[in-house]
Nanobody
């Protein structure tokens, strides 16, 4: 099983980036997918999640209105479109897969697979 994330980089504040993550080795459409991030010296933070069929999405308050999560089950890929980026968005971003829930406050929260991170750096 492999989760491979792409699309990180360096961008100026106010700019945009799109992250992609491909799941291989499992049936992608059976998994809820999500993104987390970790900034230097800070704890792992939930960013966004999307249900297996794309019907439900969830966002951290800090990114609501700026980030959009989506998925393409035909391509086994989940995306994170990040607009109006801020320096505080600088972090390593990780994609994750779950058969239950990726929302940390959910009772059934459990991450089954983690991807390797991709660095996002936002300059001021």
């Amino acid at each position: 099983v492999q989760l491979q994330a792409f699309g990180g980089g360096l961008v100026q504040a106010g700019g945009s980036l799109r992250l992609s993550c491909v799941l291989s080795g499992r049936t992608f459409s059976m998994y809820n997918m999500g993104w987390f991030r970790q900034a230097p010296g800070k704890e792992h933070e939930f960013v966004a999640a999307i249900s297996w069929n794309g019907g439900s999405t969830y966002y951290a308050d800090s990114v609501k209105g700026r980030f959009t999560i989506s998925r393409d089950n035909a391509k086994n890929t989940v995306y994170l479109q990040m607009n109006s980026l801020k320096p505080e968005d600088t972090a390593v971003y990780y994609c994750a897969a779950s058969r239950t829930s990726l929302v940390p406050t959910a009772i059934e929260y459990e991450i089954h697979y983690w991807g390797k991170g991709t660095q996002v750096t936002v300059s001021s």
